[in-house]
C-alpha cells in the first residue's frame, strides 16, 4: 500500500472506529429498539439518535452502531436519485430502499417516509402506502404536517402501524413554503407550530420530527409534549437529533446547510482514494 493511501485510511480510521465500536453494555447491538423506548428514553432524557439510510451497504455499517434507529426518508429522491425536490419520491422508490435497508439493518428501528401526496388521496389509496412500506420491512411511517392529517393518523394508528409527525420545515410543502426557510420565527408561528404538535400527539403520534425552527421554539414545544421530539436544525433541546447520512459524512459536494454538524469529509477522502487507484 502506498504511503499516500495508507494516510487517506489513516484519516477514515478514527471515523470507521468510532462507527462500528460495539454497543453499551446495557443494550446488545442486536436488540432493535421498540415503540416504548421512544417513551421510555425521554422519561429518562436520554437522547434518541436517528440517522437517514437507504441503501444494504450503508444500513450494515450503521446496523453495528449505537444508532437508536433509521429513517427511509424521501430525501433518497435528492441525495441518492439527484432530484432538486424530495416531491419526486414516489411510493415505489420508497418501497425499494426500505426493502434495502431493512435487508441490512434488520436490528434496527426503521421509519420510512410516505412520499409526496400518497396520504392526501383517497383514505384506500393512503392506506395502500401505508401497507406497502410496512410490508417492504418499515417499523412506523412518517408524514408531514398537521393540518387535514389527524383523522387519516388515527387510522393508521388504529390499524396497529406506528406513526411519527413531522413539523416546522417540511418538505414536500416547499413549493408552498417559497424555498427553505426556517419556520416558526413569529410569535403566532410559533404558537401554530405548538398547537399542531399537540393536534398530532392526540391524534396517536408517537414521535415528532421538528426541523428547522428556533431552538427556544422547539424547547417549548418539547416541554408540552408526552412524545419525544427528534431534531434537525431545531437546536439542542430536542429529545432526540436526526441528519441525513450524506450530510453527516460529507458526501455533499460542498453543499451544507448551515444548520448541519459534519462528521467527515467523505467526499474528499474518497476522490483522494479514487485517483490514488487510478495512479496505481
Not at 413554503?177 to 392526540?202: F, I, M, W
Request: charged content about 20%; overall charge positive; hydrophobic content about 40%.
Amino acid at each position: 500500500m502506498s504511503s499516500r493511501l495508507f494516510k487517506t485510511w489513516g484519516s477514515f480510521k478514527p471515523f470507521i472506529v468510532k462507527l462500528s465500536r460495539c454497543v453499551s453494555s446495557h443494550q446488545s447491538k442486536t436488540t432493535r429498539m421498540n415503540l416504548l423506548d421512544f417513551e421510555t428514553k425521554k422519561l429518562a432524557n436520554e437522547k434518541i439518535t436517528m440517522l437517514t439510510c437507504y441503501d444494504y451497504t450503508s444500513a450494515r455499517i450503521v446496523a453495528d452502531t449505537r444508532i437508536d434507529c433509521l429513517l427511509v426518508g424521501d430525501s433518497v429522491a435528492m441525495t441518492v436519485h439527484g432530484f432538486k425536490h424530495t416531491v419526486s419520491a414516489t411510493v415505489d422508490m420508497m418501497r425499494a430502499h426500505t426493502e434495502a435497508v431493512q435487508r441490512g439493518a434488520p436490528n434496527k428501528f426503521i421509519v420510512s417516509d410516505l412520499p409526496f401526496l400518497s396520504y392526501r388521496q383517497s383514505l384506500d389509496s393512503s392506506i395502500r402506502a401505508v401497507q406497502t412500506l410496512v410490508q417492504a420491512g418499515a417499523h412506523a411511517v412518517k408524514l408531514e404536517g398537521s393540518a387535514g392529517n389527524q383523522p387519516l393518523i388515527k387510522h393508521i394508528v388504529e390499524s396497529g402501524v406506528p406513526v411519527m409527525g413531522h413539523l416546522g420545515l417540511t418538505p414536500q410543502a416547499v413549493l408552498g413554503l417559497g424555498g427553505y426557510r426556517v419556520q416558526g420565527k413569529t410569535e403566532a408561528a410559533a404558537k401554530h407550530l405548538l398547537d399542531s404538535a399537540l393536534n398530532l400527539q392526540d391524534a396517536g403520534c408517537f414521535g415528532l420530527v421538528l426541523e428547522c425552527i428556533p431552538a427556544l421554539v422547539a424547547k417549548h414545544i418539547t416541554q408540552a409534549l408526552a412524545i419525544p421530539t427528534i431534531g434537525i436544525g431545531a437546536g439542542p433541546y430536542c429529545d432526540g437529533q436526526v441528519l441525513v447520512w450524506q450530510d453527516m459524512l460529507g458526501l455533499t459536494n460542498g453543499s451544507k446547510l448551515t444548520f448541519v454538524k459534519q462528521f467527515l469529509d467523505g467526499g474528499k477522502l474518497c476522490k483522494e482514494s479514487i485517483n490514488e487507484y487510478n495512479d496505481e
